[in-house]
Structures are given as structure tokens and as C-alpha cells.
């Protein structure tokens, strides 16, 4: 079975500094799907950015982007120029390729709490 | 276009009764899945649904169950609910069929049961 970890509880930055959220994964697929969601005080999940495993290149969306790296089964998420409006829970998911597993089911880390100093 | 759309936004049920939980997708998404989020458990997988027909189901037990209509818009049931149950159960919707990257999860706000 695939798990999802986030190993930072909590993680706080200045506004305009940047930030790295880091995420784990593991499974025995080769093709899968890797999601960040954020879920701000008012409780709807906003996807951010997405990466598709068999893209070498690391998703960019603005100001957000990954370091994807697949032999370490590794999917850090790094914001750049941090707003006040970052600050919120950040949940990394992740979605296999196949259709075994459905093809809407995200497995979901435990989340980081990002707080944003102005 | 409007957004996922749960109602109740809220609830209040005591230990043995049932609940039911609605969904209205965005307008021309299929595909409906539901979440359940506890600060204990986290965010965990209940079942997804497409074209009326359940495609698959998390690891909860036969009291949680879940349909859908023609209309695309779902429902989810919990019959004798206990005080484990008390979550934020989130409904997302996508548009497409396959699996590829770009099917992506629009979520709705969330209904807050608590069971008392």
C-alpha cells in the first residue's frame, strides 16, 4: 500500500522569504500522480501545484514550485516571495496511474500548518 | 462556473442516528469522491462514484454508504453513527473519466458532523 509522509507538524516564515514544505512518499508503482493541496482556515482544498511521475521536470505554478526526485521517492514543495495568504494547512497527496486504485483516490499525508510572520 | 456545493455546512447528531450528506458537483462533472477528515486519522478515502455507479471504496465499514443520481449530485449516509464519526466530510468533483494528470479534484467546503 502507498503512504504519504509529511514529517513537519508546523513550519513558519516571513512574509517575501521563502519556504520548502517537504513530503515523502512510498510505493512500488512507477507510474503515479503527486498532488499539493492547501486547506486554508475556511476548510475547502485548493489544489496548488500537481506533477505527473513520469515528468522529469518539476511542476512550476507562480511562485510555488517542486523538487521532484523519484529515486528518492521525495515531492518538496517550495514557496517563493511567502504571502499572508499562504498561511494555511498544506497536504501532499499522492494518486496512482492505474486503475486498481480508483481513479480519484488520493492518499493524503497528516499535513504541514504553515504560519506567515508579515 | 459555481463550485462543489455541501450542504448541511453543518450538523449535530447523537450516537445512533443517522445522517445523510449531499453533494452538487460543478456543473458537467461526472466523477464525485468523498473524503473524511479527523485530526486523528487525517484525510481518508470513502468512496468515488461515476455515472451513478460506485467505482471504488475506502477501508470504512457498511455503515457509511453512498449514491448517486443522474444529475451527477451525491449523497453519502451514516446510519448508527457513533462518536467517532464526528469529522469534516469533504466531497470533490472532477471532469474526467480516466486517470491522467489532468484529472484534478475540485473540492467543496465541507460538512462538519459532530455526534454527541
Known amino acids: 500500500a502507498q503512504t504519504v509522509t509529511q514529517s513537519q507538524p508546523e513550519m513558519s516564515v516571513q512574509e517575501a522569504e521563502t519556504v520548502t514544505l517537504s513530503c515523502t512518499y512510498d510505493t512500488s508503482e512507477s507510474d503515479y500522480y503527486l498532488f499539493w493541496y492547501k486547506q486554508p482556515p475556511s476548510r475547502q482544498m485548493i489544489l496548488v501545484i500537481r506533477?505527473?511521475?513520469?515528468?522529469?521536470q518539476n511542476a512550476t505554478e507562480n511562485r510555488f514550485s517542486v523538487n521532484f526526485q523519484k529515486a528518492a521517492k521525495s515531492f518538496s514543495l517550495k514557496i517563493s516571495d511567502s504571502q499572508l495568504g499562504d498561511a494555511a494547512m498544506y497536504f501532499c497527496a499522492y494518486r496512482s496511474a492505474g486503475t486498481s486504485g480508483g481513479y480519484n483516490k488520493l492518499i493524503f499525508g497528516a499535513g504541514t500548518r504553515l504560519a506567515v510572520h508579515p | 462556473k459555481a463550485g462543489v456545493t455541501q450542504t448541511p455546512r453543518y450538523l449535530i447528531k447523537t450516537r445512533g442516528q443517522q445522517v445523510t450528506l449531499s453533494c452538487s458537483p460543478i456543473s458537467g462533472h461526472r466523477s464525485v469522491s468523498w473524503y473524511q477528515q479527523t485530526p486523528g486519522q487525517g484525510l481518508q478515502f470513502l468512496f468515488e462514484y461515476f455515472s451513478e455507479t460506485q467505482r471504488n471504496k475506502g477501508n470504512f465499514p457498511g455503515r457509511f454508504s453512498g449514491r448517486q443520481f443522474s444529475n451527477s449530485r451525491s449523497e453519502m449516509n451514516v446510519s448508527t453513527l457513533e462518536l467517532g464519526d464526528s469529522a469534516l466530510y469533504l466531497c470533490?468533483?472532477?471532469?474526467?473519466?480516466?486517470?491522467?494528470?489532468?484529472?484534478?479534484?475540485?473540492f467543496g467546503a465541507g460538512s462538519r458532523l459532530t455526534v454527541l
Open positions: 470533490a468533483s472532477s471532469s474526467r473519466q480516466g486517470n491522467s494528470g489532468a484529472n484534478v479534484l475540485t
Open positions: 506533477q505527473e511521475a513520469y515528468k522529469q
